[in-house]
């Protein structure tokens, strides 16, 4: 498989060197040259595969040769580890749970594939005397990504990893996540905010001096290996759907919409679904496109569901790629709403006392997205995605609920150990020096 840019502008590279560049050189996003078809028997006989052999025979073909069977599928096998449970809240609403991960979010999916996909790249890697034999990862956070991006790196030999967040601006859960693990992670709090971070982080892959000594690239939701793998757990859904004659809808939380682009991709290849819901938040840029056409990047607003608190969403130009720019089409196979904090907060209230359920803020808003859709399409029935474990915003749900929500055990260990960390102030120059040093 190669991969073209979006912009156009750039050399056609294979899926290794896609995975090591993460951006084209255009600034554009790479997109696979055509989108793989696949078996019939898969798809007609999905509940006889693991998890494992539905995963590989997905990726196969994104990979090519850049990596051999066996590895690929041991790269895999480690990937989807753990239980993704479809669970049925009621009548028409099930949830796919992608929170059994181990930083309790979906985004561990595609930092497990991407970070071991790299860690097998480097050790092959023929890159320049000067340069050492590592990889340096640098990534800035506003909380989730970096915890994912942490773990999944973790222990992998030959990638170094960095991550920048904002001193007291992340949760209590999410900094233990990202400070506490050492070895090949360093994490850096930075007195200042995620956006200062993230100015950091850019400045320093155009500076001339780290790129002569390291070799840095990012672990950004664009890279290929962090997209591609989240088309997993769509098949997963579909293997664990009772109803085969009639597709499921998906509603997907989506904020800068890699996800639900993922998953639009497993359709066009032959999964079948009937509908795509992207539920937003008040950033409503993809609500607003999809009524007026016109693709309107708007300032961030601040909601619950801040996974999702994006103003210019990087990955819906790939959606628009999947269906060739043309819209009627696009709009007969998505639709989405745009959900105020206040109907969030009501939605979590309402599934709990109806339905026993604990839905995150996130998932809370795919599910009135949903409902929203399936009350105009009564004769269809569907799933949201649970992209994060309410635990994460244990402020936000625990006021809903009305009471304390019960801890993870794996969780309730990471509180007790240490706080590893380097503090630093908002300054490039001290991130430089802490890179070189
Ligand atoms: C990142 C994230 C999202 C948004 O996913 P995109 O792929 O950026 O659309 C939704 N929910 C949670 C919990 C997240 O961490």
């Known amino acids: 498989m190669k991969y073209y840019s979006t912009n156009k502008q750039s050399p056609i590279v294979d899926f290794r060197e896609a995975t090591i560049k993460g951006q084209a050189p255009d600034k554009g996003l790479f997109f696979p040259e055509f989108i793989p078809q696949l078996e019939k028997s898969l798809i007609e006989n999905i509940a006889d595969f693991s998890n494992e052999e539905i995963a590989f025979r997905v990726i196969k073909p994104y990979v090519g040769n850049a990596i051999a069977d066996e590895k690929l599928f041991q790269i895999v096998s480690e990937t989807v580890n753990f239980p993704i449970p479809l669970v049925k809240i009621n009548d028409s609403i099930s949830s796919l749970e992608l929170f059994h991960g ?65 001193s007291g601006k992340v949760s209590p859960v999410q900094e233990k996540q990202l400070t506490t693990l050492s070895k090949n992670i360093k994490a850096l709090e930075v007195e200042g905010t995620f956006d200062d971070c993230q100015q950091m982080v850019k400045q320093a892959f155009t500076d001339k001096d780290i790129n002569d000594k390291l070799f840095i690239t990012s672990a950004n939701s664009i890279n290929v290996a962090r997209w591609l793998p989240q088309q997993f757990y769509y098949f997963f859904a579909y293997k664990q759907w009772a109803d085969k004659k009639s597709p499921p809808v998906i509603s997907v939380p989506s904020g800068n919409f890699g996800n639900i682009c993922a998953g639009m991709l497993a359709m066009q290849s032959g999964l079948p679904i009937q509908h795509f819901i992207a539920a937003c938040n008040v950033n409503d840029i993809v609500t607003d496109y999809l009524q007026t056409e016109i693709l309107k990047p708007k300032q961030a607003v601040a909601t619950l569901s801040n996974a999702m608190d994006v103003g210019n969403p990087s990955n819906f130009v790939r959606i628009l790629e999947i269906f060739h720019h043309q819209s009627p089409e696009l709009k007969s196979k998505l639709s989405s709403y745009s959900i105020t904090d206040a109907e969030t907060t009501a939605t979590i209230k309402e599934v709990y006392q109806r339905d026993n359920y604990v839905l995150d803020p996130h998932g809370a808003v795919g599910y009135l997205s949903l409902q929203r859709y399936l009350q105009s399409h009564r004769e269809q029935k569907g799933i949201l995605l649970e992209t994060a474990h309410p635990v994460k915003f244990p402020d936000a749900v625990e006021s809903c609920i009305g009471k304390p929500i019960d801890i993870p055990t794996d969780v309730q260990s990471i509180m007790y150990k240490e706080k590893k960390s380097t503090l630093i102030n908002a300054n490039y120059k001290e991130l430089k020096a802490f890179l070189l040093k």
């Open 102 to 166: 181990p930083t309790l979010a979906f985004k561990d999916i595609g930092a497990r594939f991407m970070s071991r996909c790299l860690g097998h790249f480097v050790k092959d890697a023929v890159l320049t005397p000067l340069r050492t034999r590592k990889i340096t990862v640098l990534v800035a956070t506003s909380g989730d990504t970096g915890g994912a991006v942490a773990n999944g790196f973790y222990g992998v030999d030959g990638v170094e990893v960095v991550i920048l967040y904002p």
